[in-house]
């Protein structure tokens, strides 16, 4: 057997007697609110031969990875897994801005990272999609790490963390879309506090660095989310715009990644709740399936207008140079509902991801990719 460890925040409600050790994390809010956030890591034991199997396991037409199945083995290892969260002393009755930095939980849990990012090792946060309980949270997350870090001659090496909302992890027709969408908008609140946390400490780090005359890590964070969390991360970014005032917003991401996103077509444009992604990155790219049919029911059932995880952006002229679109259709086992809608855990696409990370250009003839002669900056996969 093996350990992995995987840090998360959450404002998910703990199970259990002891916030800080809790057994598990729930379907509903934390106790202390929908913003509030909690921070920690989770260690758990899984079969070292199992998971190799997987990443290389064959996959139709697209080489070798299963990062789907074996999202699948480790959402079964979870429930044995010892979780610690970062300890919080604050005073209940004085505001944030009043409380030491140091009681914070988030305090920790950035040097904690910035420590990991030491080691030449870039951060991608994950934020997971619809009907997805913690267990299967926690196994997406380390099936994208494992996946990523399978492409050694890539030479980056990447740790995933975890944000994870309270998805009811069900799917009762109708009413678990429409619950689980409704947590998605206040949990992007909390994605957006966590990004505001994230800049402060940045902030500070460049001031002790700068003091200290030591030197950066030279490392890159991005973000990747997944259908419905590109809802949270829409919710986020509105967060965000409401503190922040200046001409532009901080750039906190080196990329930003949007798998089958769950979000309109339209999103992107100038007037839209994304209008403004690209400033927080370096590069934005958009990874959609014309035959993901979990986006296809939500289009039929739900009564959105076309989904930008089905068919990439309405209008791409009117959107910013630095979004990159991918269509993932020609490559995209079909059949399967996960698969069709979690490809982004498959064999080439995934090392397509992890190509951008490495900083290997968009249209390098590495990439298993096909240019588009109609629309900028969109390619096809072949």
Partial sequence: MKSYTLYFATNRNHIG??????????????????????????TLQADETKVQQQLDADVEGLNKGDGVKLAD???????????????????ATAPDKEQSLDRFGSTGFFKDLKSEMMNSTDVVVYIHGFNVSWNDA????????????????????????????PSEGTAIPYYSYLVDRADARDSGFAVGRAMLKLRDFF??????????????????IHLLCHSMGNYVLQNA??????????????????????????VDDDVFESDKPLGRLHELARGVSIYYNREDKALLIADTTKGHPERLGSNGCAR???????????????????????????????????????QTIAEIPQDDTKRRRIVSTELPNTWRMK
């Fill in 17 to 42: 007697s002891d916030q800080w050790n809790p057994e598990s994390y729930g379907t509903k809010f934390s106790n202390d609110g929908h913003e509030n956030l909690r921070f920690g890591y989770l």
């Fill in 73 to 91: 083995y480790f959402s079964s290892c979870v429930p044995e897994a010892k979780i610690e969260a970062y300890k919080e002393t604050l005073d």
């Fill in 138 to 165: 926690v196994g997406g997350a380390l099936a994208l790490q494992e996946m990523t870090n399978k492409y050694n001659d890539l030479q980056q090496q990447v740790m995933v963390v975890l944000f994870t909302w």
């Fill in 203 to 220: 902030v500070r780090l460049q001031v002790e660095v700068k003091k200290k005359n030591e030197e950066l890590c030279e490392q890159s």
């Fill in 237 to 262: 970014l509105a967060r965000i715009q409401e503190f922040i005032k200046t001409p532009a917003l901080p750039r906190l991401f080196d990329n930003i990644f949007l798998c089958a996103a769950d």
């Fill in 316 to 354: 791409s002229y009117h959107v910013h140079t630095k979004i990159f679109q991918i269509d993932c259709t020609p490559v995209v086992p079909g059949g399967l509902l996960a698969v069709e809608h979690s490809y982004y855990l498959l064999a080439d696409i995934n090392r397509d991801i992890v």
